[in-house]
Nanobody, 125 residues
């Protein structure tokens, strides 16, 4: 089993920045890819970004490209999401996810095996 713990959410004004962190623990030897998703009230879960834990290849959703940056610390089995130029429509619960089977970067939530509990990000106008 793998456990994911997210941190770094909060309330910020439009145009501000936040940095989310996610640390994996437990059976972490088979982690290949980690990603971030978000879900706003009344909406489906949305892909944000993903990164290979070893090579560092990344994939972003068009809605956050140029504003958000995903990074990782392989030794710490951790992934980060630096969010700049935040907008009210970025308000959502943000979830960390990991894939223990493949290096393929994908926007599909079904590929990810484990999920964190989520952290709330609220952007005020």
């Amino acid at each position: 089993q793998v456990q994911l713990v997210e941190s770094g959410g909060g309330l910020v004004q439009a145009g501000g920045s936040l940095r989310l962190s996610c640390a994996a623990s437990g059976r972490t030897s088979s982690i290949y890819t980690m990603g971030w998703f978000r879900q706003a009230p009344g909406k489906e879960r949305e892909f944000i970004a993903a990164i290979n834990l070893s090579g560092g290849r990344t994939l972003y959703a068009d809605s956050v490209k140029g504003r958000f940056t995903i990074s990782r610390d392989s030794a710490k089995k951790s992934v980060y999401l630096q969010m700049n130029s935040l907008e009210p429509q970025d308000t959502a619960v943000y979830y960390c996810a990991l894939d223990t089977a493949t290096l393929t970067l994908t926007r599909s939530s079904s590929q990810y095996d484990y999920w964190g509990q989520g952290t709330q990000v609220t952007v005020s106008s």
